[in-house]
Each structure stands twice: as structure tokens, then as C-alpha cells.
């Protein structure tokens, strides 16, 4: 009884070992390229149009989600052809009023309820915004980086809804 048991757990053993192999097939990275940017932003439905910084090099990005035009910039950039290690996401809210108590309590709500973004007030310039960073530090795989971007436009309605809650009081 005891050989049969620790035959049914070894055989497990490799079946879970063989499971964990197949799921391992997908090639990790740690910096994306512009073109590979543009790829995966036009398979999240992003619609980018590419664009280089003009201090940097480094690419950027604008786009639409939400019916928002936002902005990606690549940092942690290097080589020949630039590779970029993280992502910086924002999208920006012109208020067409000076920013007051209210704002920074919005931006402080959206914090603290929401794992995914990060909001924050534009002193003298009328806006508030949301950003979201996706970093790629110790490698992830292609459907990782896409699966992040697709919750970008998720966590600009979140932040919509928001605003709008807190103005109507709801």
C-alpha cells in the first residue's frame, strides 16, 4: 500500500512538473522596443501614434481609451535599437478651474480604493490625472505586458467614475 502511494505522488510529481514546463514556453523580457509598443498597443485597441522625444530618444506614445487621449512615455531606456524597462501611462483632466480641497480629496479616494493607477493633482495648471506604470524589472512575457495594458483604460473610467461620483455627491 505504502509503494503504491508514494508511486501515485512520484507519478503527480512529474505530472505537475511537465505542467509547469508547457506553461513556461512563452518568452520573458525585461524592455520593450517602439515597435513592439505600437504592436501591443494597437492589440489593446490603444489606437498609438508613435512618436520619439526629442531630448531622449526614446519613444512615446499617444492614444485613446475611454474617449480620453493619454500618453505613454518609455523610460529606463537603452541600447541601439532602444529598449525600454517600464512604462509610464497618463492621461490628464483640464477642470477649466483652479484645483481646490476637493480635488485632493478625490485624488486621495482613488488611491486608497484602487491597487491599479495613481492619481494626482497638477497645482497651477487646472488638471488632475491618473497614471499607471508597467515595469518590466526581472522579465515578463508578452501577454503579461498586454494584459497590463489592457486594464488602462479600465483605470481611467475608474477615475472618471470618481470624479463624476464626487460632483454629483453619489
Known amino acids: ?12 510529481a512529474l505530472l505537475l512538473g511537465a505542467s509547469a514546463v ?15 509598443l505600437e504592436a501591443m498597443l494597437t492589440a489593446a485597441g490603444l489606437s498609438p501614434t508613435m512618436l520619439t522625444d526629442k531630448t531622449t530618444g526614446t519613444p512615446v506614445a499617444t492614444g485613446q481609451a475611454e474617449g480620453m487621449i493619454f500618453v505613454v512615455r518609455a523610460l529606463d531606456c537603452s541600447g541601439r535599437p532602444i529598449r525600454c524597462g517600464q512604462l509610464l501611462m497618463f492621461a490628464n483632466f483640464d477642470l477649466g478651474r483652479e484645483t481646490g480641497n476637493n480635488d485632493f480629496r478625490i485624488v486621495n479616494d482613488f488611491n486608497e480604493s484602487n491597487v491599479n493607477g495613481r492619481a494626482y493633482v497638477i497645482e497651477g495648471k487646472s488638471q488632475i490625472g491618473v497614471d499607471f506604470i508597467i515595469d518590466m524589472t526581472g522579465g515578463v512575457t508578452g501577454d503579461h505586458i498586454g494584459s497590463r495594458l489592457g486594464r488602462w483604460p479600465g483605470v481611467i473610467r475608474d477615475f472618471r467614475q470618481e470624479m463624476i461620483s464626487a460632483r454629483t455627491g453619489s
Open 1 to 12: 500500500m505504502t509503494r503504491r502511494f508514494f508511486g501515485f505522488v512520484g507519478a503527480f
Open 22 to 36: 508547457a506553461q513556461d514556453t512563452q518568452a520573458v523580457q525585461d524592455s520593450i522596443s517602439a515597435d513592439e
